[in-house]
């Protein structure tokens, strides 16, 4: 995760924010302090959530940052929450309204005593585990910061663990390459009352052996729609600045704008839309990561532009209802 950029290189394309009655909540973004230059905590959120969006509520989506420096193993991704749940106890009530959380799931049944613990740390905020089955014969091409093991979710004890999510309402934040998505469709059908979500419109990439970006657009389609098939699956649509989406926008002297950016991002948007429907796709930041290509204000400016010719009712439950429904939250 790269360093993030400075403001005066952000505020080179400042906008204003479009339509700001439209209520938001911003399903994916990250808290983390790597030091100075490449600190994300809650007065960077709201500084940027500050540029005339309406964003109701948050969802933190783990990233590896405060982790308990001893005890048990198994049980030191909790830190993770209870560093969350500290830092927004008394802050904005918008910020990390959710918290999705980090657990082994090879742990097999065992991973319960550490999903007890998660609720435990935040009660009211915990809502789920991200766990990363990111693999790809290319690692290195398509810049994959962890390689699991190929078809780790076939894994029986992963399945075990899984399991568990169920007896708790909690859901599963899918990360894993496009190419994987026939996975997910698999793990779905297998466990229909886990709810499964895909992060950055599943896994996109648009670099090392995926630069032919109309070959990839036909696969990942033809991947998006399988795994649409399956009622328990929503759709994360976000992760425009990744910079494996090979756009090249965080090379620039000055950062994409959001018209630029929903051009961009009309394909891939508007086929997660037709296949999903808006009641299981929600919008997400994927800050501070995005933000090495675009301002705060610039990707919810894209999300609205993508969206204008839909009702909305539509667009109620892509920028705000499904989130609430699927993190549960009351805002």
């Known amino acids: 995760m790269a360093t993030s950029p400075s403001s005066a290189w952000l505020r080179q394309t400042y906008e204003e924010a479009l339509e700001h009655e439209l209520p938001i909540c911003d399903t994916h973004h990250h808290f983390w302090d790597h030091g100075e230059g490449d600190r994300y905590l809650v007065p960077e959120l709201l ?22 420096k001893d005890g048990p193993e198994a049980l030191k991704p909790v830190g993770e929450t209870e560093f969350v749940a500290s830092m927004v106890r008394d802050a904005d009530p918008r910020a990390a309204a959710g918290i999705v959380g980090y657990a082994d799931l090879l742990l097999g049944g065992a991973v319960v005593p550490v999903l007890e613990a998660h609720l435990a740390a935040s009660p009211d905020r915990f809502r789920g585990i991200r766990y990363w089955t990111t693999w790809d014969e290319h690692p290195k091409e398509v810049q994959l910061r962890t390689v699991a093991p190929k078809g780790l979710v076939y894994d029986g004890k992963f399945r075990e663990g899984f399991a568990c999510l169920e007896r708790y309402g909690l859901s599963y934040d899918a990360w894993m390459l496009f190419p994987q998505l026939p996975e997910a469709a698999d793990l779905a059908r297998a466990f229909p009352g886990i709810t499964i979500i895909l992060g950055h419109i599943g896994g996109l990439v648009g670099v090392g052996p995926y630069s032919n970006r109309d070959e990839v657009l036909e696969r990942w389609k ?25 756009f090249g926008w965080h090379e620039r002297d000055k950062p994409t704008s959001s018209g630029e950016l929903a051009q961009a991002f009309a394909p891939y948007c508007m086929h997660c839309i037709e296949q999903f429907g ?21 990707v919810w400016n894209a999300f609205k532009r993508l969206t204008e010719k839909l009702n909305s009712a539509e667009r109620s439950a892509l920028f705000h209802d499904t989130a609430a429904r699927v993190y549960r939250l009351d805002r």
Not at 47 to 68: I, L, P, Q
Not at 278 to 296: I, T
């Open 278 to 298: 808006p009641e299981r796709c929600m919008f997400e930041s994927n800050f501070p990561v995005d933000k090495a290509s675009a301002s705060y204000n610039a």
């Open 222 to 246: 033809r991947n998006v729609a399988e795994v649409a098939k399956c009622p328990n699956v929503v759709m994360k649509i976000g992760g425009i600045g990744l910079q494996r989406l090979g």
């Open 47 to 68: 500084e940027d959530m500050a540029g005339g969006h309406n964003v109701v509520a948050t969802v933190f989506v783990e990233c590896n940052s405060g982790y308990r």
